[in-house]
Nanobody, 114 residues
Framework: QVQLVESGGGLVQAGGSLRLSCAAS????????MAWYRQAPGKRREMVAI???????NYADSVKGRFTISRDNAKNTMYLQMTSLKPEDTARYYC????????WGQGTQVTVSS
């Protein structure tokens, strides 16, 4: 079992940047898959980025080249660096473990103004 706490969301203008953090209650080095998801009002939840314990990453087409997922195993924390933000990136962002989303955080709101 693991508890996840997201932070770093906020209000930013289009073109700006934010870094989201996902702090875990235990070591994440052995967690094979961790991911960031987002859900905008009235829309389905979508995967944004995935990180594996082996160092592989994958991104949704909509964020490729703008977002970077990373882990700091020493701090038991996963990050999502978001640059060149667009209004369509506005959503609540969640971190989760496992390919099927075994454990979830409570989310952090990201709002991008035009």
């Amino acid at each position: 079992q693991v508890q996840l706490v997201e932070s770093g969301g906020g209000l930013v203008q289009a073109g700006g940047s934010l870094r989201l953090s996902c702090a875990a209650s235990r070591s994440i080095s052995s967690i094979e898959v961790m991911a960031w998801y987002r859900q905008a009002p009235g829309k389905r939840r979508e995967m944004v980025a995935i990180s594996t314990s082996g160092g592989s990453t994958n991104y949704a087409d909509s964020v490729k080249g703008r977002f970077t997922i990373s882990r700091d195993n020493a701090k038991n924390t996963m990050y999502l660096q978001m640059t060149s933000l667009k209004p369509e990136d506005t959503a609540r962002y969640y971190c989760a473990t496992g390919i099927m989303g075994d454990y979830w955080g409570q989310g952090t709101q990201v709002t991008v103004s035009s």
